[in-house]
């Protein structure tokens, strides 16, 4: 089944997340984009907790965020319970955080990386699964800790 994929940023963030919307129009996936529809000033929270609650409801299987740097985004959107947004601008690590963290949110800054670099990160992310086995019982650390201080 194709990923249905929720996408957001903030002013920072805003043209990088069109040439992402465009790429994940070209490769033909299910996806929505929340806004910011102009590069005027937002609040990235707002942004982050959108598209980390979507994803978590289960009404869209992963979620892109992107902001001037990517922390801050990143910062609010592992806030929302069950979201586990991993800030990536390389492509080792976008890989390894799929295999190892099942990352559910990539975060990224507009303001950080390049384009092509983004688009490729992006690509490598939707493709890599999660490894499961003993990455399976760390993970479930987090969320044991997360119910647990909520
Ligand atoms: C907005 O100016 C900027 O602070 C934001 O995009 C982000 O970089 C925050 O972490």
């Keep these: 089944m194709a990923l249905k994929i929720a996408i957001a940023s903030d002013h920072g963030g805003f043209e990088l997340k069109q040439k992402i919307v465009t790429l994940l129009a070209d490769l033909g996936l299910v996806h929505t984009d929340f806004g910011p529809t102009s590069s005027?000033?937002?609040?990235?929270?707002?942004?982050?907790?959108?598209?980390?609650?979507?994803?978590?409801?289960?009404?869209?299987?992963?979620?892109?965020?992107?902001?001037?740097?990517?922390v801050g985004i990143s910062i609010?959107?592992?806030?929302?319970?069950?979201v586990r947004c991993?800030?990536?601008?390389?492509?080792?690590t976008a890989k390894a955080t799929r295999q190892h963290n099942d990352s559910n949110v990539l975060a990224m800054g507009g303001r950080v990386i390049g384009d092509e670099l983004a688009l490729l990160i992006v690509k490598t992310w939707l493709e890599e699964a999660f490894m499961?086995?003993?990455?399976?019982?760390?993970?479930?650390k987090i969320a044991a800790y997360e119910c647990a201080s909520n």
């Design 40 to 70: 005027d000033a937002v609040d990235y929270p707002d942004y982050a907790f959108l598209v980390g609650s979507k994803v978590v409801s289960g009404e869209f299987d992963r979620g892109i965020l992107i902001c001037g740097t990517g």
């Design 132 to 140: 499961g086995e003993h990455h399976a019982g760390r993970v479930a």
């Design 76 to 82: 609010a959107a592992n806030k929302v319970k069950g």
């Design 86 to 92: 991993a800030l990536v601008h390389d492509v080792f």
